[in-house]
């Protein structure tokens, strides 16, 4: 399935925006974009700012329903995850240099709707459909990639995911839980 909502081009730009964004914040500068922005910039769109460093997770921020334009919502998740994620101190400017950025471009989230939860895992290809998980006011995400680069099997992805959402391991289990999928457009460096 192709989700491709941003040509390459237009990938490398975002990658550009986020990493100019991010810098300016480090050098207590105001970014301003004066890139003439393709369309799809100002489209309504879920996205995450995911950064790495040395193949470990560094920071991660986002939003999953598509809340602004992406060139706005780019703009907030990529400071975000680099100042704010509150799993991590601040990116520093000596660190910045080894920081890898990665974005996803969301797909609109679908509940997965099942008769029971067995159903559950039919309804879920790993390294394809991100998962949101709600019980209550908990909730937890993974992006699409996470399984695949967590070399999780189905279990383990849906274990975790009731982890992240401070739940017990099988919530997901359970009637009052509700698990919605989406797909996400990768953008590396």
Known sequence: MNNDVLTADEGKLALRIVRENIQSYL?????????????VFHEKLGVFVTLNKNNSLRGCIGYPEPYEK?????????LAAAFDDP???????????????????LT???????????EYPSKIELGVDGLIIEKGYNRGLFLPQVATEQNWNM????????YKAGLS?????????VLYSFQAQIINE
């Open 27 to 39: 050098n207590d500068e105001t970014y301003h974009c004066e890139y003439d922005l393709p369309d």
């Open 70 to 78: 992406l060139i706005d919502a780019l703009l907030d998740v990529s």
């Open 87 to 105: 799993r991590f101190n601040p990116v520093t400017k000596e660190e910045y240099p080894d920081i890898e950025v990665e974005i996803s471009i």
């Open 108 to 118: 609109k989230p679908q509940r997965i709707m099942v008769d029971g939860y067995e």
């Open 155 to 162: 279990d383990e992805y849906l274990t975790n995911l009731c």
């Open 169 to 177: 391991s099988n919530s997901w289990m359970d009637d009052d839980c």
